[in-house]
């Protein structure tokens, strides 16, 4: 079956610009994660969706990052004012349900910011 | 979560089993070891995880110590696909979400 898609596979934007990244979880999965990865760097959890609300929102790094799922399926990753320290390859998770159950992750956005 | 301490590298020739080791010294009794593997320009894939008894499914098996600080995750007949980041993860059981990543060790598997 499908997994779970991001697009875009590559996003360049100049400094000051808003973007935004979607996720498209696996179908039937309530639970929906966002990380980033850094060049060299493992991947570091910025949020965490159980259905349509955020469950833990601890590792958005400011509030330049926002992240929604209104109808408790795609993900929208919002950033604003976008700066060359956010660039890096955003990841998306999604698990049956949360905790112990099996995250499977997207091939990632990887975002450029000149 | 608890610690984990992983090597930066190691190499491994194909066909042979690749043993990937994992300490976790500061390991609490309800916290599990997962193991990820990141292909280059893939997302993490999940292998395999365990409390205290080992495991094994069709990609690897996990082999705890008795005392839990460490692990072993062992590839038993390693190809050139295997070539990965390979993440140790100590995670809670029950509510925990997060998978907090470190470095991992990457592994090269050479023909």
Redesign the interface.
């Known amino acids: 079956g499908a997994g779970?898609s991001q697009t875009p596979s590559n996003k360049v934007t100049e400094k000051g610009k808003y973007v935004e990244l979607r996720c498209d979880p696996i179908s039937g999965h309530t639970?929906l994660?966002w990380?980033r990865q850094s060049l060299?760097?493992?991947?570091?959890?910025l949020i965490?969706f159980q259905g349509t609300g955020a469950?833990?929102d601890s590792?958005l790094p400011n509030d330049r990052f926002f992240a929604v799922r209104p109808e408790g399926s795609v993900s929208t990753l919002k950033i604003q004012r976008t700066e060359r320290g956010d660039s890096a390859v955003y990841?998306c998770?999604s698990?049956l349900m949360?905790?112990?159950y099996?995250?499977?992750?997207?091939?990632?956005t990887r975002l450029t910011v000149t | 979560d608890a610690k984990t301490t992983q090597p930066t590298s190691m190499d491994c020739a194909e066909g042979r089993a690749a043993n990937l080791p994992c300490n976790h010294s500061t390991i609490s009794g309800n916290e599990y070891v997962y193991w990820y593997r990141q292909i280059h320009s893939q997302g993490p894939q999940y292998i395999i995880h365990g409390l205290k008894n080992n495991e094994t499914n069709e990609m690897a098996s996990l082999i705890i110590t008795e005392d839990r600080k460490s692990s072993t995750l062992i590839l038993p007949h390693a190809t050139l696909r295997d070539t990965a980041v390979y993440y140790c993860i100590v995670r809670s059981g029950g509510s925990n979400y997060k998978l907090t990543f470190g470095k991992g060790t990457l592994l090269t598997v050479n023909p």
């Open positions: 779970v639970a994660y990380y060299g760097q493992g991947p570091e959890f965490y469950a833990d590792g990841l998770a698990s949360g905790g112990d099996e995250q499977y992750f997207g091939p990632g």
